[in-house]
């Protein structure tokens, strides 16, 4: 049984430039989650994908952030135009889940580390 | 709005000795869960025990146990017998209830990081 994965590990960038991360849920798992987390901080809630429609997004979630799940399954997080405010733990967990979500527990993948220079 | 207040920065116990990390969370729904997750130095989140708000018993997993008490708004944790491997992040969260229109994300406190010594 493997766990949440989530591709790089570490990224580093220089201000403006784009970056994209990839997460790979666990097998048959619905639902996915994109949270941010900044040094010494718990994780903010980025948004939120069931299946493949994107149900939810946080005001953190600025215009040059979007997120995909085109099959339900992998899910990519792209920032544009990176800036040093950027820098931060991107951590994606999923969970499996009918109906309206109740008490699926959320499991997270290591995160990619993101340094904008 | 709901918000999650984990007092202790920092938190030292000795090898085999049990630790209370405490959690504090404010809201007015009367439905809600509750969750502690580790995060050791690599980074992932690792989920350890959750409780619901309406349940009637305290969660226990293992050397895990959430002492929950509803109206004092509290549900800290206790880890019994400590390894050193237990030295780490601890988070303690919340989910709303499903007709809050936000379910699915969880709100996190700010962390207690523990240091087991030998």
């Known amino acids: 049984d493997t766990g949440v994965s989530q591709d790089p590990r570490h990224k580093i960038t220089k201000r403006g430039q784009n970056v994209t991360f990839r997460c790979d849920p666990i097998?048959?798992?619905?639902?996915l989650y994109w949270y941010r987390q900044t040094l010494g901080q718990g994780p903010e809630f980025l948004t939120y994908f069931q299946n493949e429609a994107q149900l939810e997004k946080s005001r953190l979630l600025s215009d040059r952030f979007s997120a995909e799940r085109p099959k339900g399954s992998f899910s990519t997080l792209e920032i544009q135009r990176t800036e040093q405010g950027d820098s931060a733990m991107y951590l994606c967990?999923?969970?499996?889940?009918?109906?309206?979500?109740?008490?699926?527990?959320?499991?997270f993948g290591p995160g990619t580390r993101l340094t904008v220079l | 709005a709901q918000k999650i207040t984990q007092t202790q920065p920092g938190m030292f116990v000795q090898e085999k000795e049990a630790v209370t990390l405490d959690c504090t969370y404010d809201t007015s729904d009367q439905s809600y869960g509750l969750f502690w997750y580790k995060q050791p130095s690599s980074g992932e989140m690792i989920f350890l025990i959750y409780q619901g708000s309406y349940d009637e018993q305290n969660a226990t997993e293992g050397r895990y146990s959430l002492n929950f008490q509803k109206a004092r708004k509290s549900a800290n944790l206790v880890i019994s017998a400590s390894q050193l491997g237990d030295s780490a992040m601890y988070f303690c969260?919340?989910?709303?209830?499903?007709?809050?229109?936000?379910?699915?994300?969880?709100?996190f406190g700010s962390g207690t990081q523990l240091t087991v010594l030998p």
């Open positions: 967990a999923s969970s499996y889940g009918r109906g309206p979500p109740s008490t699926d527990t959320q499991y």
């Open positions: 969260a919340m989910r709303r209830p499903i007709s809050s229109g936000s379910a699915r994300q969880l709100t």
């Open positions: 097998s048959e798992h619905n639902r």
